[in-house]
């Protein structure tokens, strides 16, 4: 009994399975035996100059990477195009009642949709492998997916605390406006599938329909914002404590011996930081990074402080005796600021007054190691305030910008 049950259903199943080829086998010859031609645009309303609507919608799935230096963005999704072809439609009662078919994109007409700003060699959508699905009624559903790399134009300007705007763009390739128009659909750019990257968070998407040199085109446009962890604790910390240790070089007694050598090292660091700026961004930008150039000027500033720092050495420790020439003596005074030095150049000023009263007893009075103190103090304020100054110029264009 068992075996009888098992033979019906088995010629069940071969009879229906053959009878739903038999039907869609039918469909297929019915759809491309009445001379359809795959190189002629669709007719809407057996007008020939009436143009087709095409309904555009992009899904976003994955943004794999945003070079700065070359100004590229790589991205992964899938346009979908519908349109209504009144040759690919059919009667579903009189195939058994199918409502739909696939159809390799090969074997019908597809419009001829590019990526207008794709930098690589193939900017052409679809392969000879895909299909598309043809519903009964004559729309057409076509969602090639591919890997997009694009231009993106960087602004680095408040880089590593900047956002970037980066177009991706659909567009006719021949066929003219009044032929074909690219519409947007309600839900045109779609991220429901979509994977966050570990550098950049989009924070807004839009789309615009617009027409280019009589094309059709539709742009969909994303905004990434940089995630600043990173850059933060590799750029910007070091950045901020080797401009410190920089002002720390005049607060360095000429006595302790290692003057020179921390402003070198410093100086070094920041020539590494440079290069890693360098590497980052791109070779030809509108826009400077500001902290590109804070860190330039604290090299240069840094580079001084070598130079500064061989004069209040050698200033220090030249003879007592030797004479101060007249328009280094202002710079001793800086070195009587401090309550400490105030009592000891009022003391020495007045011992020297005592002893002697002639025209030369400020050469006297003013000796070379107070030359170095001072060129010391005045070198700590003009650093300090250049290092506190220009970061807090950088917030207040950034919250400007914002």
Same mark, same amino acid.
């Given at each position: 009994?068992k075996?009888?049950?098992l033979?019906?259903?088995a010629?069940?199943?071969?009879?229906?399975?053959?009878?739903n080829?038999?039907e869609?086998?039918a469909?297929?010859?019915?759809l491309?035996?009445?001379?359809y031609?795959k190189?002629i645009?669709?007719v809407?309303?057996?007008?020939?100059?009436?143009?087709?609507?095409?309904?555009t919608?992009?899904?976003?799935?994955?943004?794999?990477n945003l070079?700065?230096?070359s100004?590229?963005l790589?991205?992964?999704?899938?346009l979908?195009?519908?349109w209504y072809?009144?040759?690919l439609?059919w009667?579903?009662?009189?195939f058994?009642?199918?409502?739909?078919?696939?159809?390799p #994109?090969?074997?019908?007409w597809?419009?001829?949709?590019?990526?207008? /700003?794709?930098?690589s060699s193939?900017h052409?959508?679809?392969?000879? &492998?895909?299909?598309v699905r043809?519903h009964y009624?004559g729309m057409?559903v076509w969602?090639?997916? %591919?890997?997009?790399l694009t231009y993106?134009a960087?602004a680095?300007q408040?880089?590593?605390?900047?956002?970037q705007t980066c177009?991706?763009?659909?567009?006719?390739d021949v066929?003219?406006?009044h032929?074909? #128009?690219?519409i947007?659909?309600s839900?045109a750019?779609?991220?429901n599938?979509? /994977?966050?990257?570990?550098?950049?968070?989009?924070?807004?998407?839009?789309y615009?329909?617009?027409e280019?040199?009589?094309l059709?085109?539709?742009?969909?446009?994303?905004?990434?914002?940089r995630?600043?962890a990173?850059?933060v604790m590799?750029i910007v910390?070091?950045t901020i404590?080797?401009s410190?240790?920089?002002?720390?070089v005049?607060c360095l007694p000429?006595e302790s011996g290692? &003057?020179?050598t921390? %402003?070198i090292?410093v100086m070094l660091?920041f020539?590494v930081?440079?290069t890693i700026?360098?590497d /980052?961004?791109p070779?030809? %930008?509108l826009?400077?990074?500001?902290l590109?150039?804070y860190?330039l000027?604290?090299v240069?500033?840094s580079?001084?402080s070598?130079?500064?720092s061989?004069?209040?050495v050698?200033w220090h420790?030249?003879p007592?005796?030797?004479?101060?020439?007249?328009y280094? !003596?202002?710079?001793?005074r800086i070195?009587?600021?401090? %309550?400490? /030095? !105030?009592?000891?150049?009022?003391d020495?000023?007045e011992?020297s007054?005592?002893?002697?009263?002639?025209?030369?007893s400020?050469?006297?009075?003013?000796s070379?190691?107070?030359i170095a103190?001072?060129?010391?103090?005045?070198?700590f304020?003009?650093?300090?305030?250049?290092?506190v100054?220009?970061p807090?110029?950088?917030?207040?264009?950034w919250?400007?910008y914002?």
């Amino acid at each position: 009994m068992k075996l009888i049950l098992l033979i019906s259903s088995a010629i069940v199943l071969i009879i229906y399975c053959d009878g739903n080829h038999t039907e869609y086998h039918a469909l297929y010859e019915v759809l491309f035996s009445n001379g359809y031609n795959k190189y002629i645009r669709p007719v809407v309303g057996g007008n020939p100059h009436e143009r087709l609507h095409i309904l555009t919608s992009f899904s976003l799935f994955d943004v794999s990477n945003l070079k700065e230096h070359s100004e590229e963005l790589a991205t992964y999704g899938w346009l979908s195009l519908q349109w209504y072809d009144e040759l690919l439609s059919w009667n579903p009662d009189e195939f058994n009642n199918i409502k739909d078919i696939l159809i390799p #994109q090969t074997h019908i007409w597809i419009p001829d949709i590019i990526v207008d /700003n794709s930098i690589s060699s193939d900017h052409r959508l679809g392969s000879d &492998k895909m299909f598309v699905r043809v519903h009964y009624d004559g729309m057409v559903v076509w969602s090639p997916s %591919s890997f997009f790399l694009t231009y993106c134009a960087i602004a680095i300007q408040f880089y590593p605390f900047d956002t970037q705007t980066c177009p991706i763009i659909f567009s006719t390739d021949v066929s003219e406006s009044h032929e074909i #128009q690219l519409i947007a659909d309600s839900e045109a750019f779609r991220m429901n599938e979509y /994977n966050e990257n570990g550098e950049w968070d989009i924070t807004k998407t839009s789309y615009k329909e617009l027409e280019v040199d009589h094309l059709s085109q539709i742009k969909f446009e994303i905004r990434l914002e940089r995630r600043m962890a990173y850059h933060v604790m590799v750029i910007v910390v070091p950045t901020i404590l080797l401009s410190v240790l920089t002002v720390m070089v005049f607060c360095l007694p000429p006595e302790s011996g290692e &003057k020179m050598t921390l %402003s070198i090292s410093v100086m070094l660091s920041f020539v590494v930081l440079l290069t890693i700026f360098s590497d /980052n961004m791109p070779n030809a %930008s509108l826009d400077i990074s500001l902290l590109a150039v804070y860190v330039l000027i604290l090299v240069v500033l840094s580079a001084l402080s070598t130079i500064f720092s061989v004069f209040i050495v050698n200033w220090h420790y030249k003879p007592p005796d030797s004479p101060v020439p007249k328009y280094l !003596r202002w710079i001793a005074r800086i070195s009587c600021c401090s %309550s400490s /030095n !105030r009592v000891r150049c009022s003391d020495s000023n007045e011992k020297s007054a005592d002893t002697k009263p002639d025209k030369d007893s400020s050469a006297e009075i003013i000796s070379w190691s107070r030359i170095a103190v001072g060129l010391d103090r005045l070198l700590f304020i003009v650093y300090f305030s250049v290092s506190v100054a220009f970061p807090c110029a950088i917030g207040f264009l950034w919250l400007a910008y914002h």
